[in-house]
């Protein structure tokens, strides 16, 4: 059996830079060093753990010196649950390794004159700022120290996976992305199932009762529990009532039966087992326009940073320059949060999106706020957006464009560049693949304005928005 070779632990090692993945980068003789969970200006020992011919990977093993950059930290599971990477950053920096991730992606990936770049819009809050959380039940609990062999048995954990573990879960103590009352349920819920000897679900054998528990609320108070079973175990029930009579503040008590091999509940119905089937989010509309109301189910995509949202959609909108005699075509247009947000600002906005059921509810909310210059439609971009669609529904002058990760299709690009809009607002989750996106169609467009906006503080993730102007 071929000996891996033992790594050094490098001595003295300054941390300089914040690099992919939320790590941190040193340099040592002209290699980059990836280190998780320091921050720059750090002095530490660093274990070598994986080498390559041009970098390498490490773990802190001892750190000499502390940033002036560090943070104090507000999480008891920082370094374990792998969330939030960056808590131990100064929130400033934070956003200053963001607005650089994106300048670099842009101008390394993209070749795109980044002059207009505006100073990233950090969020209000950086802590209690998510509305939704998703948490795991697992019969595998994992600990940073095994426990003793006299320990008593385990039922389980309720918490967030392992990163690269799939069957091991962390249980949460405590979280500080949601409201308190989020771990007041989330504690209730695993100290009431095991009190009562309910199953918790063996990820790997896929045996057991509780799978999952969804925790939501919105900015009029509101809070929606979900609570996914796979099997009607006797004590569910129970646990159901326990939930309703000790927190009257959640408006919609919901489960969901997945049986399935995967966790995926999307395409599962819901149950409502107390209150509404529903819970109502308000955003403010743009520049003085009446509030929009949003009905959100279990299923429901909605920005899970509510604020930082409502500015996202205002910096579109404002790219956007509508008119009033303007047609907009919102693709990727989820419930039709963007959509609803500039339809009282121009003509008609006709939107588009794979999720049949978010179409289903992006009518719903058109109707809901009395909009009726929308069209929704349903099925793959690529397919539906085509020359005949552009037919029949009219030539936009303006499109919104909001992708996933993966950024968008290539027959989606051809065919806004046989579309020509005299603008297109790009939103992206991820920099890389929207600069791969500018870059193709710099055939026909120059990029504009720059709105970096920070949705997730404490993690990697940016959002951007690009302004395209048509040459």
């Known amino acids: ?26 340099r ?56 939030c990477r960056w808590q131990n950053l100064n929130y400033p920096d934070q956003l200053a390794a963001k607005q650089q991730q994106v300048k670099d992606n842009l101008e390394r990936l993209g070749h795109v004159d980044c002059s207009q770049m505006r100073p990233i819009c950090g969020s209000e809050k950086i802590f209690h700022y998510r509305n939704k959380l998703e948490y795991t039940f697992s019969t595998k609990a994992w600990h940073e120290q095994p426990p003793s062999p006299d320990a008593p048995p385990e039922p389980g954990a309720l918490g967030f996976h392992i990163p690269t573990l799939f069957d091991k879960v962390l249980n949460i103590e405590q979280c500080a992305l949601q409201e ?48 996914v079973i796979a099997e009607r175990h006797p004590g569910w029930e129970g646990l159901m ?20 091999m995967n966790d ?47 500015r996202l959609y205002s910096f579109a909108a404002e790219f956007a320059d509508l008119t009033p005699n303007d047609l907009v ?26 999720v049949e059921d978010s179409i289903i509810a992006a009518r719903q909310n058109a109707q809901q706020n009395q909009i009726d210059n929308t069209e929704f439609f349903a099925g793959d971009m690529a397919k539906v957006l085509t020359a005949e669609f552009v037919a029949q529904h009219g030539k936009p002058d303006v499109v919104i464009t909001d992708p996933p990760r993966a950024g968008m299709h290539e027959k989606v690009v051809e065919q806004l560049l046989a579309m020509a809009p005299r603008k297109i607002v790009y939103v992206s989750c991820n920099p890389a693949t929207q600069a791969r996106d500018l870059e193709l169609l710099s055939t026909k467009y120059r990029v504009g304005r720059i709105q970096p906006v920070d949705m997730f503080p404490h993690t990697q993730h940016v959002e951007n928005i690009a302004e395209l102007v048509l040459n």
């Open 1 to 26: 059996m071929r000996k891996t070779k033992e790594q050094p632990i490098l001595e003295d090692v300054l941390i300089t830079d914040i690099g992919a993945e939320g790590k941190a980068i040193a």
């Open 28 to 83: 040592i003789e002209g290699m980059v060093l990836f280190v998780p969970f320091v921050v720059p200006g750090d002095i530490a020992d660093v274990k070598v753990i994986k080498k390559k011919k041009n970098y390498a990977e490490g773990r802190v093993v001892k750190i000499k010196h502390y940033s002036e950059k560090r943070a104090e930290l507000q999480c008891p599971h920082f370094g374990i649950c792998g969330g």
């Open 180 to 227: 308190e009352l989020s771990n007041e349920i989330r504690l209730a819920t695993r100290d009431y199932a095991i009190a009562h000897e309910i199953p918790f679900y063996d990820i790997r054998n896929h045996t057991g009762c509780l799978r999952n528990l969804i925790i939501r609320n919105t900015s009029t108070g509101q809070w929606m529990v979900v609570v």
């Open 241 to 260: 009532e326990h939930l309703r009579d000790r927190f009257p503040q959640i408006t919609s008590l919901q489960y969901i039966l997945n049986d399935k």
């Open 264 to 310: 995926s509940y999307a395409d599962l119905p819901s149950m409502t087992f107390a209150g509404l089937d529903h819970v109502e989010e308000v955003m403010e509309g743009f520049e003085g326009a009446a509030p929009l109301h949003f009905t959100i189910r279990p299923q429901t995509f909605y920005q899970t940073n509510s604020p930082q949202a409502q």
């Open 329 to 354: 075509y919102d693709l990727y247009t989820g419930t039709g949060t963007i959509a609803l947000f500039l339809a009282r600002r121009c003509k008609r906005v006709v939107g588009i999106e794979y």
